[in-house]
């Protein structure tokens, strides 16, 4: 949607369209989002008899969402003065109302510098939505990862579909380069450790457990029931504790995480670390089940 002017300068009224469209722009060179064009959203607003200009009510914009068949849709405004602006941005989804993520940005309006503000502000709403978009196709196995890029999801969603192709190898090399892209990316540090536990070569172990610490170190990004993942690891490794491991154990099972990696993992735990078998057979089970 057009952009509000807040800043009670009437010559920068050019920006309520031209900022959107920009955003337009940006977002349209996504291969995971289908964006509306400026044309859509006027024609869209045109069969409502309302003007394509600022000053458009929520309930205004989300009908014409709908009408545009938008699952979400962007409105913000801009403020400030002399060559200091804010802009805000929401993004709203469509059929509920709810507004599910917002963000400022600073910049110049009165100066080629509003293109390198308009852009900044694109690529954060742009990485947001891939995040979003790559989660709700993604396996749950990998659907709930954390990441702060969208880039870095990509190469993490690759290197856990190698790992589950037994490809450790390979697997390492892509979740590195996610780690390299976003460097708090707990998850892919833990799947690498992950990964050195199955590859059987040379070092591969003492890879895994160097990893293992460098996951552990950053839990806190991660929910709790994740953190308890980690737990177990670390009590595999370090602590060696069978109280803790199995604690972390049943915290797992009933965490309702449906990963099959981590009931294969929990049946390894039970079965490597514990020699409780019968347990390890239930967590082998639950995995069948996750996969038919």
């Known amino acids: 949607m057009p952009f509000e002017n807040l800043t009670g300068d009437t010559t920068l009224n050019w920006f309520q369209r031209g900022i959107s469209s920009l955003i337009i722009n940006g977002l349209g060179n996504s291969s995971e989002l289908a964006v509306r064009d400026d044309h859509t ?39 400030g003065r ?8 929401n993004l709203v989804n469509t059929e509920s109302g709810e507004m599910i993520w917002t963000h400022k940005i600073e910049g110049d309006l009165r100066s080629s510098g509003y293109l390198v503000l308009a852009d900044s502000l694109c690529n954060e ?4 939505l891939e995040i979003k978009a790559l989660k709700e196709v993604a396996d749950f196995d990998f659907s709930e990862a954390y990441p702060n890029s969208a880039e870095a999801y990509r190469y993490f969603i690759e290197g856990v579909n190698l790992i589950l192709t037994s490809d450790y190898e390979s697997a390492v090399v892509s979740l590195k380069r996610a780690l390299e892209i976003d460097s708090t990316f707990t998850f892919a540090k833990f799947y690498i450790a992950f990964a050195y536990s199955f590859w059987g070569s040379s070092g591969s172990w003492d890879q895994s457990v160097l990893w293992t610490q460098k996951a552990y170190e950053g839990r806190e990004r991660l929910p709790a029931k994740y953190q308890n993942w980690l737990g177990m690891w670390h009590a595999c490794y370090y602590g060696k504790s069978q109280q803790d491991i199995l604690r972390y154990c049943d915290l797992l099972e009933k965490s309702g995480i449906e990963s099959r990696l981590l009931w294969l993992d929990i049946g390894l735990t039970y079965s490597n670390f514990s020699d409780l078998y019968d347990k390890a057979v239930e967590a082998f089970e639950k995995v069948e089940e996750i996969s038919l």
């Open 125 to 128: 709403i742009k990485n947001f």
């Open 41 to 79: 959203m006027f024609e869209v607003m045109e069969s409502m008899n309302q003007l394509y200009i600022a000053g458009i009510s929520p309930s205004m914009a989300r009908e014409a969402a709908k009408k545009a068949k938008a699952e979400t849709y962007i409105s913000g405004s801009f403020q």
């Open 82 to 89: 002399e060559d200091t602006y804010w802009v805000l941005v």
